[in-house]
């Protein structure tokens, strides 16, 4: 066990070094919950864990896709974050949509009075009662971020447990790290659900300032997760 450990000790910080990325990430995305469903909060209609496990589990099929044609890995970790930068920024669009000409809203923040990129006003805009509605453009440029970052953990955590040494085909065990990936996605995304506490909009939401203590929470519990999962794959 202690030998399987140590020839593959460089995966487990790997395997960590992804799962704070894609708790980290988490904090960028504009997470709106059930009163950003019903136009009451800015941010996109679903929960963190929804959107956490869709950018990393959307990095591990991209990374998986191109792990077919390459073993570089800087290429695979890029095509896991393009994968899930699309994925968020396809999510994000179809709900202004929705929000838009549907609901009959305007993207605005309720957070800040004036767009930090756009610097457009937002307080004028934002319904009576409620906490902004829609995807201002800072919470789109934060989405595309966090999604970003959400892409390049999964796919380091997917690449990282196709890497360990075990005298195997790693198609003889893709399902085995499949599961453990999406084990330590889900992980990684409940921590900054509590952290978050309910609806963030992004970069300038209050809320932001407390990705530290996720992060940290984050390296401990992963680093656990990934021992487990280099002992287990490697011990084949």
């Known amino acids: 066990m202690a030998g399987v450990l140590a020839a593959n000790f460089l995966y487990v910080i790997l395997i960590t070094l992804g799962g704070v990325l894609v708790s980290g990430s988490v904090h960028f995305v504009p997470v709106g919950g059930a009163p950003a469903a019903m136009a009451q909060a800015t941010g996109i209609g679903t929960g963190t864990v929804q959107l956490a496990a869709g950018a990393g589990l959307t990095g591990l099929v991209t990374a998986g896709a191109m792990l077919n044609l390459t073993d570089s890995m800087a290429l695979i970790l890029a095509a896991g974050m393009v994968g899930a930068m699309i994925m968020i920024g396809v999510t994000m669009m179809v709900g202004n949509l929705v929000y838009v000409y549907g609901i009959g809203v305007p993207p605005a923040s309720a957070k800040v009075d004036y767009d930090p990129?756009?610097?457009?006003?937002?307080?004028?805009?934002?319904?009576?009662?409620?906490?902004?509605?829609?995807?201002?453009?800072?919470?789109?440029?934060?989405?595309?971020i966090g999604g970003g970052l959400g892409g390049i953990g999964g796919a380091l955590v997917y690449y990282s447990l196709m890497s360990i040494a075990n005298g195997?085909?790693?198609a003889d065990f893709v399902g085995l790290a499949a599961i453990f990936a999406v084990g330590i996605f889900f992980v990684n995304a409940v921590i900054p659900s509590y952290n978050i506490g309910g609806t963030i909009e992004g970069f300038h939401d209050p809320k932001f300032k407390k990705w530290p203590k996720a992060v940290v929470t984050s390296l401990i519990v992963t680093f656990m997760c990934a021992i487990v999962s280099v002992i287990t794959i490697g011990g084949l």
């Open 117 to 144: 990129i756009t610097k457009d006003r937002q307080d004028i805009y934002v319904s009576q009662g409620t906490e902004g509605h829609g995807l201002p453009t800072v919470s789109f440029v934060s989405g595309i």
């Open 168 to 170: 195997m085909a790693s």
